[in-house]
């Protein structure tokens, strides 16, 4: 069986949300076993992400890069990054924030080099930008217009029981899809 991690951190759960609705992709594959992984819980499962063909990171956005939490799980790869111990497995990555930019294509920059460091290779979007045009809305998929990973923006003010939208969340699903049905490729 195809293997999948989606290993997150989240503070306040918005990005837990996104991280859910990236396995709910995942798991719309058959032949595929997804896992929800926290960084926060990681050091039980090491072994799971060595097992997995594919990890799909996310973080929140935080002061214009990944959440501290998130990063303090990467540097712990470096125990067997020195093996490339990960290498040649699928990667991919989603991020959350407040603004609507926020700088958070930066995280996306980051996890990406964090995978290319373990010599991954990445996987992209692969959706066209939505909310773009004239007749374009916020219900669009993709409507942060990414490329890179899938973003998702939540107000600032509300609970992850009402944002981010439903369009960032298809936007995360489709990302779980499209990486699940890629590692089942590439094992061929
Ligand atoms: C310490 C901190 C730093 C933040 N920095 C940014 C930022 O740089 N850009 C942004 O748009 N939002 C920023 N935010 C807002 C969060 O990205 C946003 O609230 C997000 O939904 C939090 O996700 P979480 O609930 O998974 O922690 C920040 C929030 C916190 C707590």
Redesign the pocket.
């Known amino acids: 069986m195809t293997k999948v991690v989606v290993v997150y951190h ?7 949300k996104q991280a859910k609705a990236v396995l709910q992709g995942v798991e719309a594959v058959n032949g595929v076993h997804g896992t929800l992984i926290s960084v926060t819980e990681i050091d039980q499962h090491w072994e799971k992400l060595h097992q997995a063909h594919a990890i799909i990171m996310g973080a ?5 890069s990944v ?1 501290a939490e998130f990063k303090k799980f990467m540097e712990a790869t470096s125990k067997f990054w020195v093996d490339q111990k990960w290498k040649d497995k699928l990667a991919a990555g989603f991020t ?4 609507q ?4 294509l930066n995280s996306l920059v980051e996890l990406s080099i964090f995978a290319a460091q373990h010599a991954m290779i990445w996987v992209s979007l692969g959706l066209l930008p939505g909310n773009n045009s004239s007749t374009g809305s916020i219900n669009d998929m993709n409507r942060m217009g990414a490329f890179l990973g899938a973003m998702a923006q ?1 107000n ?1 003010d509300q609970p ?1 029981d009402v944002t981010p939208f439903q369009s960032d969340l298809d936007t995360a699903k489709h990302l779980g899809k499209r990486v699940a049905e890629l590692a089942q490729q590439f094992r061929k």
Not at 96 to 99: E, P, Q, R, W
Not at 101 to 104: A, E, Q, S, V
């Open positions: 989240s503070g306040y759960g918005h990005t837990e929140p956005t935080y002061m214009g959440s959350n924030s407040g603004s930019n926020g700088d958070k939540s600032v992850a």
